[in-house]
């Protein structure tokens, strides 16, 4: 057996909200996915209240901080209307992402070189108010130090371009954005930083990832709730599950 601690998994339970806002009525509920996704061994849940309420709602984050019995993933922008709803509810934790009305999905890092002074200002209520601040980043050594002078206790590498690199046979550009989060890794541990990962992770991808000494937790979501479709929600986080403990052992 390992002696490494536990990798977590949390579950994003966005697009079960995705799924409902399609009819616009009240089915599926992601507080009932999030429910099951605990019972089936996830040990966080992550949900991303976004500008445009594309998926969770206000609603959805204020049932999920009241009934949850793991921590809450509080995804959000740097915005004074996300930072006011986090300081209300206080959850465990606040990634902070970057946010663009017309993209898809998350399409990489926040870029926090840049806006250093604004982002320090921006989190330390959040710090104050007992919330682990996450930053949500690209594997790059400019944007780990700059996470890490801000206050951040946290760091989430951005998996995405290993992820497409993978699904699109592009391997020597996979193995090389594996190499690239693996130092990376190692590099936010090294300062003392609490290492997380996650987007686009799927069975096909996240063995390698797992495997990495320095990580504690990643974040999945996209790919159980399409998995979910054919095999139920329990039986996709309790596979992905084995897969993380088996890149641990």
Known sequence: MSDQPKLRLGVNIDHVATVRNARGGAYPDPLRAAKLAEE???????????????????????ALAAALSVPLNFEM?????MQAIALRHKPHAVCI??????????EGGLEVAREENRLAHFIAPLREAG?????????DRAQIE?????????IELHTGAYCDAHAEGRFDD??????????MAAFGHSLGLEVHAGHGLTYDTVVPVAAFPELRELNIGHFLIGEAIFRGLPSAITEMRRLMDEARA
Not at 174 to 183: G, M
């Open 40 to 62: 089936a061994g996830a040990d966080g849940i992550t949900a991303h209240l976004r500008e445009d309420r594309r998926h969770i709602s206000d609603a959805d984050i204020e």
């Open 77 to 81: 922008a740097a915005t004074d209307e």
């Open 97 to 106: 992402v970057p946010e663009k009305r017309e993209e898809r999905t998350t």
């Open 131 to 139: 919330c682990r601040v996450s930053i949500f980043i690209a594997a």
């Open 146 to 154: 700059a996470a890490n002078r801000i206050g951040a206790e946290v």
């Open 174 to 183: 996979r193995d090389a954005e594996l190499e690239r989060l693996r130092e």
